[in-house]
């Protein structure tokens, strides 16, 4: 990787590596853009196309989002614009987990839906449109629900579970999933103008308890359905979630619920007493 | 003395209550209601004729809590419906 790297230095303008150079290497040494990208940033090298994310994520910090790994549950509301920002933000690698087609109830708001999408399936819209807006982010689709039984197989190798689910005892399930495979989970759910968001380590069991109530059913949004901004706002919070914890920095939603209330404007915090230490573990 | 002692008998407890999201819709958005003492939680959502099911989480002074918790005078209690969608 020694002449990639030379290759790269001098092509680079400053510490940015143009998109043009990045192309230019993968073919001249025929490796992925993904191999010129990580060559790239491990040479303190940042490919162009994210220098608006300086000052708040470092070259180093750029490298460690490339070899992550972030495993999406749902590719509907939620999970296309999930998908969406993780790439653009340089996730390495985004596995994409549905079982869906999309139909026309999804274009209201589902974003990798368009009339030209309809009848294919939602986590082959999610390769198409990731390896048009960033080439050197790898998805990995898997058009399957996921189960209890195939949890284990599927969020292998993932550093974190995004949870955008539209179902309540298939998110109880993936909490357990997760628990049981020790990766950090990012809860989201929307109904209507409202939404929710919980950040869920190993240990805890805050999404547990969040639905502790339910017996059997939908929540709101079965009344009031789910219109095109919801999702966007909470898979973007979901996705500022993920990023600090791929980077070990800031506070998450960690042992408390965000509320969020679009028609009233108004975000609530719900605090969670940790179970365990409580009851003097 | 006697006649504190015979009023704490009776003692009530002022409560203010924060419903959210749907629950608002023929109901309010903050009240303040008088309880007997000893009410818990459970009972306050049954008085406002919300179904269990409906339930999401139930903050009492800005932390979750659990329908079989006692209220306090001057508890703040947040009842939000269940959301689930993606």
Redesign the interface.
Known sequence: MNKVQDFLRKQAEGDLLPWLCQLAASEKFDITIAQVEETALASGLLPARYQRNRQGISVSQQLALFRSWVAII?C????GYVIEELARLGVGAIIAIDPDIFEEHNLNRQILSTPATLGRPKVKAAALRVAEINPAVTLIPIQAAYLPENGEEILKGANVVV??????PT?LALAQTCAQLDIPMVH?????????VVTQFPGDDTIQ?????????????Q??G?PSFT?AVVASIETAEVCKILLGQGETLRNR?L?I?L??MQF??????RHLMAAGE | MQTTEAFQLHETIQITLKLFATFRIGRFTVASREYAKGTNIAAVIRELLIPEGQIGTIMLNSRHADPDRELNDGDILAIFPLVGGG
């Open positions: 749902g509907g509301g939620l999970g949870d955008a689910l539209d179902s309540i998110r989201g759910a929307i109904g209507g103008w409202y939404g929710q308890r969040l639905y502790s109530q339910w017996v059997e059913g939908k929540g709101v949004e009344q009031l789910n999702p619920k509320f209330n028609f009233d609530e915090e719900i605090f969670f007493e």
